[in-house]
């Protein structure tokens, strides 16, 4: 007891010295430049407000000036949040003018702009090519060596999701909630690989692994040619044929080879490496233009087709969709919380890859499947409502998702930060995390320029 009191009392001296040097070298600091006290007499002094206008044109005129300038200032304030708003969920808002466009004139994206030339190839060539000048060769390496993060990426598309909705079709046709045509639909649409373009654009748009999205979506899009026939006569007994040459051939021309050839220009071309380190910024803009496009076509032709689906019958699908979807995403993301807890990059893009699903295979697919039934509107359904959903709940959480990875990798080079310092590594200029009472006392006592050296648990407890 008597050591603590002594170690508390030499402690507290030590304090009030540091305060006493600081307030005396405050004094003196003060003393040199002639700094005086504040009085009372020159607040007293000071004149309350200029009265010219009053003065002039009376009290009115300056009550009628102040209203226009708070006027302006509000204008002006609505102006940068309309601005804010827009930069932050600008992606969203271009899908729904092309949406809304789409609706309102389809001829003009299903026929005059060539959509088979332009949106499934030129605008598709076009990301993959800006992708493999933007990406790094080490990264695209990194991405192909994790395996793990792959397979459950591939594992929780095919299977996880394909489940829960033969689950719940299943359960809605149970208490006929779902007609069957719905929910063999909603089944088929389940079992399709992950959309090729989407993924990729919002990975790029939230900041996360671009590389890895670029992976998952191509080697998915792969086994798809296999797994997703057999995922369908599993479920429904119905045999879908997929022309296996024709797919992967259309893969290769529209995503690998265009891949490649950005890598070429990249690392062998220095004028267009110079170019992509020049405007990498906008190179996800363009993308985004390109999937804009892609998206604006695709519901031209589905507008212009008709569909002979109901009315009661499209909200008793938007409902089930939405409901299923937004619970796969959560299952998900749980999932590459736990399973990628350091790798926050990793996480967004197996948020996108683990759920979303290609309505460019998805729709001749189903076609096929269903070219002699009356009912073939009802069964492409499902898709045309899924696409658009994952597509709206994923530029939703994009400003959410671009602040986590970037607090979050924060946070991790902090950690990073501290175990280095503690074990001898590396040579950071670690601390500074320290608290506020540590800061102060630190300047009070040592100067501002000299560093500080906190004992462990300080250091761990700051992080």
């Known amino acids: 007891m008597c050591k603590d009191d002594g170690v508390n009392r030499h402690a507290s001296v030590a304090i009030g010295e540091c305060v006493h040097k600081y307030v005396a070298k405050a004094e003196l600091s003060d003393d040199e430049h002639g700094v005086a006290a504040p009085n009372s007499d020159e607040e007293d002094s000071k004149p309350a407000r200029n009265t010219s206008l009053e003065q002039s044109h009376g009290p009115a005129a300056s ?4 209203p226009q300038e708070s006027t302006q200032s509000r204008s002006k304030r609505i102006v940068n949040k309309a601005g804010h708003m827009y930069h932050q969920n600008s992606f969203l808002i271009l899908v729904t003018c092309a949406i809304l466009l789409a609706y309102a004139y389809p001829p003009l994206g ?3 702009v060539a959509p088979h030339i332009t949106a499934t190839w030129i605008a598709v060539i076009f990301i993959f090519v800006l992708a493999g000048m933007g990406i790094r060769t080490e990264e695209l390496t990194k991405a192909l060596k994790r395996v793990y993060f792959n397979t459950f990426v591939q594992v929780f598309n095919f299977m996880v999701v394909s489940g829960v909705v033969y689950g719940f079709t299943r359960f809605m046709l ?24 989407m993924g990729i ?24 040619v296999f797994l997703s026939p057999a995922l369908i006569l599993m479920y429904l007994g119905l045999n879908a044929e997929v022309n296996l040459g024709q797919v992967t051939l259309k893969l290769f021309l529209r995503v690998v080879l265009p891949l490649i050839l950005g890598q070429l220009l990249r690392n062998f071309f220095p004028p267009a490496k110079a170019f992509a380190k020049k405007y990498n910024k906008y190179f996800r803009q363009g993308q985004e233009f390109c999937l804009v496009f892609v998206v604006y076509t695709i519901f031209c032709k589905t507008f212009l087709k008709g569909n002979d689906a109901k009315i009661g019958d499209v909200f008793i699908m938007i409902g089930c969709v939405l409901l299923v979807l937004i619970f796969l995403m959560v299952l998900s993301w749980i999932s590459m919380l736990v399973l990628f807890p350091n790798d926050p990059k990793i996480q967004a893009v197996g948020l996108f890859a683990c759920t979303h699903k290609t309505v460019a295979v998805g729709v001749p697919l189903i076609s096929s499947i269903y070219a002699d039934s009356p009912l073939l509107g009802l069964y492409v359904l499902p898709l045309l409502i899924w696409y658009p959903t994952q597509l709206v709940l994923g530029t939703a959480l994009a400003p959410y998702l671009a602040k986590y990875i970037e ?3 924060k946070e991790l080079k902090q950690q990073l930060d501290v175990e280095a310092w503690l074990h001898g590594r590396g040579g950071s200029q670690f601390p500074p995390y320290l608290t506020q009472d540590q800061s102060v006392l630190h300047d009070m006592c040592y100067g501002a320029d000299e560093q500080f050296e906190p004992t462990e648990s300080q250091a761990i407890g700051t992080v």
């Open 63 to 66: 009550q009628r000036f102040e």
């Open 110 to 112: 299903a026929n005059y």
């Open 174 to 197: 149970y208490v006929k909630a779902l007609p069957e045509s719905l929910a063999d639909g909603m089944t088929v649409t389940s079992t399709l690989s992950v959309s090729v373009n």
């Open 201 to 224: 654009v919002l990975t790029k748009l939230v900041g996360g692994d671009e590389a890895a999205a670029i992976f998952d979506a191509a080697f998915g899009n792969f086994l798809g």
């Open 407 to 409: 607090r979050r990798e």
